[in-house]
């Protein structure tokens, strides 16, 4: 028995590292350049702010509600890229989206405190805190588009 918990520890945590890697270290170009790879660093920019909403929303409620923030600002446009990578309605990539969201925020809380349970930290000695920074960069960089691209009009 013991032989199967340690065979399945094996083959169970480089899935969950395979979903939870450090993406920070792409550049904003990268992003303008491969629309999946754009998919990819909003899907984990808005999974990262909602696990870090969840694990700190009872203590600290008005800094959750920041990282709130920021995932509900960048969760629309999550969905208007799988719309076009995977050519499907608004309906079909808000439920896909959803569900990867859902899926790889249980991963980022798992994560994040088994991390806290070693450095009393949920992202001390972890690759997220350049996340987060990069995902407020990634943020910036929309609303100053969106802004620039008013007053064109």
Known sequence: MKKILIILLFIASPLQAEKIEQFSWYNL?????DDKLT???????????SAI????KE?????ANEFFKTANY???FG???LKKINNINNKEAE???????????NDYMDFMIK????TKSFIEGTFLGDDLNFCNEIRSAIEISISESKKLE
């Open 74 to 76: 960048l969760y629309p």
């Open 115 to 118: 991390n806290g349970e070693n």
């Open 39 to 49: 998919y990819k660093i909003i899907k984990n920019c808005v999974s990262l702010n």
């Open 79 to 81: 969905i208007l890229i």
């Open 29 to 33: 170009q990268e992003l303008l350049e």
């Open 95 to 105: 439920k896909e989206f959803l569900s990867n969201v859902d899926s790889l925020t």
């Open 59 to 63: 203590e600290h409620p008005d800094l």
């Open 53 to 56: 909403t969840e694990l700190i």
